[in-house]
């Protein structure tokens, strides 16, 4: 059987600044399930997480898959389970202030600086809901990794098809470092030299907002990106984002609001600002070393 053939993102001339986003309390206020989907199938929302919730402890279950299976059971009888209806209840999910301009804007400024700004969602929640919000329509994101079911010959959903928990999230920052952005492709094991990376962790920015978020937020922390937690400006409760900076899971926090020149606008400019002016080094620096290579190869040092 032939190997699948899988197309790959290469390095860019210009720098790469991926931005990874958690979705539910990163871009909306609340979780997609609770903007909908949950009251259209007769269940508060306390209720619908604690059934979840003990199915998940009671067979030492996924609490994705938990909450996906009871999804899929709540629905019989009340309503039809398949994609359109998901991208459905997503096209009605609220965002928070200044999202709907915020990618382009921030992918423009990044043009400015000559920079490549590339937008990823990294989520447990649901794909097809997040393929549903307006902002995704617009093409915001490059790739949208996330909980997603199989369907079925008739378009049902019956089954898993993608679980993404908080410990497995990480292995797609290493798909967007390499460019092997497609999810099954084993590539992502493969080697690469540093200078081949396409976006280098130091060119990552991962916003969230809990601890479902805190192994990617530690690795990028951990390789020299830059981690953000963000708060609902609203409630201006700050006790997640203090606990992780008190952890040294981020570098920074700012309340959830996209609109331009708030504090998360300004932050992220800076970031772009900076990453321009290091990759400029970063260039120097591996031509010197490609130089001195050459040299050692050719016989010419002594």
């Known amino acids: 059987m032939p190997e699948k053939q899988y197309e790959r993102k290469h390095k860019e001339e210009r720098p790469v600044v991926a931005i990874c986003y958690d979705f539910d309390k990163t871009l909306t206020p609340d979780d997609m399930q609770a903007q909908g989907y949950i009251q259209s199938v007769g269940y508060d929302v306390p209720a619908f997480w604690e059934k979840t919730n003990a199915l998940a402890s009671a067979n030492e279950m996924d609490d994705n898959l938990a909450y996906m299976f009871v999804m899929m059971q709540e629905s019989e009888g009340k309503l039809i389970f398949n994609r359109d209806t998901l991208a459905a209840y997503g096209s009605n999910v609220k965002l928070f202030p200044g999202v709907e301009e915020?990618?382009?804007?921030?992918?423009?400024?990044?043009?400015?600086?000559?920079?490549?700004?590339?937008?990823?969602i990294i989520s447990s929640g649901l794909k097809e809901m997040i393929e549903g919000t307006s902002v995704a329509k617009a093409g915001a994101f490059e790739k949208i990794y996330a909980s997603s079911f199989y369907y079925n010959e008739r378009g049902v959903a019956v089954w898993p098809a993608q679980v993404v928990n908080y410990t497995n999230k990480t292995q797609y920052l290493f798909r967007i470092e390499k460019g092997v952005l497609d999810i099954n492709d084993p590539a992502v094991n493969d080697s690469f030299s540093p200078e081949a990376m396409r976006v280098p962790f130091r060119n990552m920015v991962y916003i969230g907002d809990s601890d479902t978020d805190i192994p990617c937020m530690k690795l990028v922390t951990s390789y020299g990106g830059h981690s953000i937690g963000v708060y609902n400006a609203e409630t201006k409760d700050k006790s997640k984002?203090?606990?992780?900076?008190?952890?040294?899971?981020?570098?920074?926090?700012?309340?959830?609001d996209y609109r331009e020149n708030t504090e998360l606008d300004l932050l992220v400019?800076?970031?772009?600002?900076?990453?321009?002016?290091?990759?400029?080094?970063?260039?120097?620096?591996?031509?010197?070393?490609?130089?001195?290579?050459?040299a050692a190869k050719d016989g010419k040092l002594q």
């Open 269 to 294: 400019k800076a970031i772009i600002d900076r990453t321009a002016a290091n990759e400029a080094l970063e260039t120097l620096h591996y031509a010197c070393k490609g130089e001195r290579d050459s």
């Open 102 to 120: 915020w990618f382009e804007r921030i992918r423009a400024y990044g043009k400015e600086k000559g920079v490549i700004v590339e937008h990823y």
């Open 241 to 256: 984002v203090y606990k992780m900076m008190r952890d040294g899971r981020i570098r920074y926090f700012a309340p959830a």
